[in-house]
C-alpha cells in the first residue's frame, strides 16, 4: 500500500528497471559463483557438437547414435555450432550469457504484454517487481539447453501475434512467424506455442466476421464485409507464413546435415508417440515423468520407426485398458502427475544447480552457499512463497474473467498456450522442468489478481 500510495508503481520505467536489474544481477551472481557447466543431455549434446566441429557425424549417422534415435535436436545442434564459430568451442560463459539476455529479453516482453492485456500502468508495475521472485526461471540461465534460449523468440511471437490483431500490420505477424519458427528449432516443445498462435489467429477472424455482421446489418454498404475478407486474406497468408517458416527451417537444417554427412534423408527416430506411452506409464522415479521407455522401445524394435510406433500404440493401448478398469486409479495418476509438475514451486531448478555446480574441484563459497547452504533453504523458501502468491492472483484474475463473462484475444492467447500445456503434459513424457516454460506467462495475470486483491484491501482499510 505504501508503494501504491507513492505513486511510484505509476511510474513507467522505474519497477520495470528495478526487475530487469534484479535478474540480471541475480543470474550473473549464479553465471560465475557456480560457473556450470554442461550435465545430462546437456553435457551429450555438448559433445556432439564438439564432434560435429572436428567432422564427426557418427552420432547421427549410426544407428546407435543419439542424433539417430533423437533427430529432433538437430536445430539446437546447429545453434551451438553458430555459438562454437562465433565465441569458440566450450564457451560456456558465452552460453550462459546468450541464455541471461533471452531471459531478460522475456522479462521486458512480459512487461509489454502486460500492458497490451490490461493497459492498467500500475498493474505492469506490479508485474515488474513480481518478476524478481521467479528464481525459478532465472536458476536455469546456468543450464545450457534450448529450454532458455527458446524463451525469447517464443516470447516476441506471442507478443508480435498480439499487436498483429491490435494494429493490423501483416509485419508484425510476419515477425511472429519468424520468430516461432526460431524457437522450434531450439526447442519443439515450441510447436504447442504455434498451435496456440494459429487457434488463436482463426478464432480471431471468427469474432471479426460476427463484428462485420453486425456492422453490415446496420450499413446500407458492404464496408463491413470488405474489412473481414480482408482480414482473412492477412491471417491465412500469416499462418501459411509461420507453417512455412517453421518446416522451412527445419527443412534447411536437415538440408544441410544431409549434404555434410552424406546421407539421403535424416533418420526419422523415435517416434512422438513413445514418449506419450511413456507418459502414461508409472515408474519408480515419477509417474509420467522420464524412465527410458522412449529410447528401449526403439532399441528393443531394432531402432525402426513404424515397428517403435506400434509396438508404443500397443502400450498405450494396454495402460488406457487398464484406467478404464480402476478409474479411480487412474484419476489418482493423472492428479499426481499435474501436481508433480505445476505444484513443484522450484520446477526443479535447484537440483539442475546442483548438477551444473558439481563436476568443479574446486567449488567457490558462494556456490556451495547457494546450491546446498542456507542459501538454497533461502530460495526455497522464497520460491515456495511466490507460487502460492502467483497462483492466487491467477485465481483472482479468472474469477474476474468468468465474472466478466468476456476477455481479449490478447489474453486469450497466452491462456490458450498456458492450459494447451497444461493438458499437452498430462500424456506427454512429464516434468516441472516443462512446465515452467508455461508457469512463467501466468505472472502478467497473477499481477491483475494482486492488484485487485490490493484494492480489496485498502478499501476495507479505510472504512
Known amino acids: 500500500m505504501v508503494l501504491k500510495k507513492s505513486g511510484v508503481l505509476k511510474h513507467n520505467r522505474v519497477p520495470l528497471l528495478f526487475g530487469l536489474i534484479f535478474c540480471a544481477v541475480y543470474c550473473l551472481m549464479l553465471i560465475f559463483s557456480i560457473r556450470p557447466l554442461p550435465v545430462n543431455d546437456s553435457k551429450t549434446l555438448d559433445d556432439i557438437i564438439n564432434s560435429f566441429m572436428a567432422g564427426d557425424y557418427s ?16 536445430g539446437y545442434v546447429a545453434f551451438g555450432q553458430m555459438m562454437c564459430t562465433a565465441f569458440g568451442i566450450g564457451n560456456y560463459i558465452a552460453w550462459d550469457l546468450v541464455q541471461l539476455l533471452s531471459i531478460l529479453i522475456t522479462v521486458y516482453i512480459l512487461y509489454q504484454m502486460t500492458w497490451e492485456f490490461f493497459c492498467d500502468r500500475e498493474v505492469c508495475s506490479i508485474m515488474a517487481v513480481f518478476s524478481t521472485g521467479m528464481l525459478f526461471f532465472y536458476n536455469y540461465v546456468t543450464y545450457i539447453y534450448g529450454d532458455i534460449l527458446s524463451m525469447a523468440p517464443q516470447t516476441i511471437a506471442l507478443f508480435l501475434e498480439i499487436l498483429y490483431m491490435k494494429r493490423k500490420k501483416v509485419s508484425y505477424g510476419i515477425g511472429a512467424g519468424v520468430a516461432i519458427a526460431i524457437a522450434i528449432m531450439l526447442k519443439t516443445n515450441c510447436e504447442i506455442a504455434l498451435i496456440a498462435l494459429v487457434m488463436m489467429l482463426i478464432l480471431n477472424l ?26 482473412v ?13 517453421t518446416f522451412g527451417v527445419k527443412g534447411l537444417v536437415n538440408a544441410y546435415y544431409c549434404n555434410v554427412t552424406g546421407l539421403d534423408s535424416i533418420p526419422t527416430g523415435s517416434p512422438s508417440v513413445s514418449h506419450i506411452a511413456m507418459g502414461l506409464q508409472e515408474s519408480e522415479l515419477e509417474d509420467g515423468w522420464y524412465n527410458g521407455y522412449n529410447y528401449h522401445v526403439f532399441a528393443e524394435n531394432n531402432y525402426e520407426t513404424e515397428a517403435t510406433k506400434a509396438a508404443a500404440i500397443e502400450n498405450i493401448k494396454e495402460t488406457l485398458a487398464d484406467f478404464a478398469n480402476r478409474p479411480l486409479h487412474a484419476g489418482k495418476f493423472f492428479l499426481r502427475k499435474f501436481l508433480t509438475q505445476w505444484a513443484d514451486s522450484v520446477c526443479i ?31 526455497q523458501w522464497v520460491m515456495n512463497v511466490y507460487m502460492t502468491i502467483c497462483y492466487l492472483g491467477v485465481v483472482i484474475y479468472l474469477v474476474s474473467i468468468l465474472r466478466k463473462g468476456n476477455v481479449s484475444d490478447s489474453e486469450m492467447l497466452v491462456l490458450l498456450l498456458i492450459f494447451g500445456g497444461i493438458v499437452f503434459h498430462e500424456f506427454w513424457e512429464g516434468s516441472s522442468r516443462y512446465a515452467m516454460r508455461y508457469y512463467v506467462y501466468w505472472i502478467p495475470f497473477a499481477a491483475f489478481g494482486i492488484k485487485r486483491l490490493l484494492g480489496y484491501i485498502g478499501d476495507k482499510l479505510q472504512k
Open 349 to 379: 531448478s535447484t537440483h539442475n544447480l546442483d548438477l551444473v555446480n558439481r563436476h568443479h574441484d574446486n567449488p567457490t563459497w558462494l556456490a556451495g552457499f547457494l546450491v546446498s547452504g542456507f542459501g538454497s533453504t533461502v530460495m
Open 59 to 74: 552420432s547421427l549417422t549410426d544407428k546407435e547414435g543419439y542424433l539417430y534415435i533423437w533427430p529432433f535436436q538437430l
Open 206 to 231: 471468427i469474432q471479426k466476421k460476427n463484428n462485420s455482421e453486425s456492422e453490415y446489418a446496420v450499413n446500407v454498404s458492404n464496408k463491413g464485409a470488405r474489412i473481414w475478407k480482408t482480414r
Open 233 to 245: 486474406i492477412m491471417s491465412l497468408a500469416i499462418i501459411l507464413v509461420m507453417i512455412a517458416l
